[in-house]
């Protein structure tokens, strides 16, 4: 009953402080941004390290565990394989659009419609 209220306060007392649509948007609007940067920050991250995991995985499997030609794959070998396919998903929901974003930021806007 509440929501109901305060949605029809702000539709009927424009000028009401406490109940009117500019306060309603504005909180909206600073809600959606946080979720965002929160959203942001977490997919960063979580890419970061899963990108450490595959490389650091390939890196000490390699080092440890080298192949021999000839010689059917093993295990961890084949594990290796899989971590370049991780890498590659790690980066495209992590750090791959960056750049785009970033080049986006940094042209010249007068040539926009």
């Known amino acids: 009953m509440q929501p109901l ?6 539709l009927v007392v424009p000028g009401h402080q406490d109940y009117g649509l500019h306060k309603l948007t504005h909180l909206h609007s600073e809600h959606i941004r946080k ?15 899963g990108q ?9 499997n390699s080092a440890v565990n080298p192949t ?6 093993t295990g961890t070998s084949t594990f290796s394989i899989v971590c370049v396919y991780l890498f590659v998903v790690f980066y495209s929901f992590g750090w791959g659009p ?6 986006s930021e940094c042209s010249p806007n007068h040539g926009e419609f």
């Open 35 to 49: 979720i965002a940067n929160w959203v942001v920050q977490w997919s960063l991250l979580v890419g970061s390290a």
């Open 68 to 73: 021999k030609a000839g010689e059917p794959l």
């Open 5 to 10: 209220f305060i949605l029809l306060m702000a």
């Open 98 to 103: 960056v750049p785009f974003v970033l080049s």
């Open 52 to 60: 450490a995991f595959a490389m650091l995985y390939i890196g000490i």
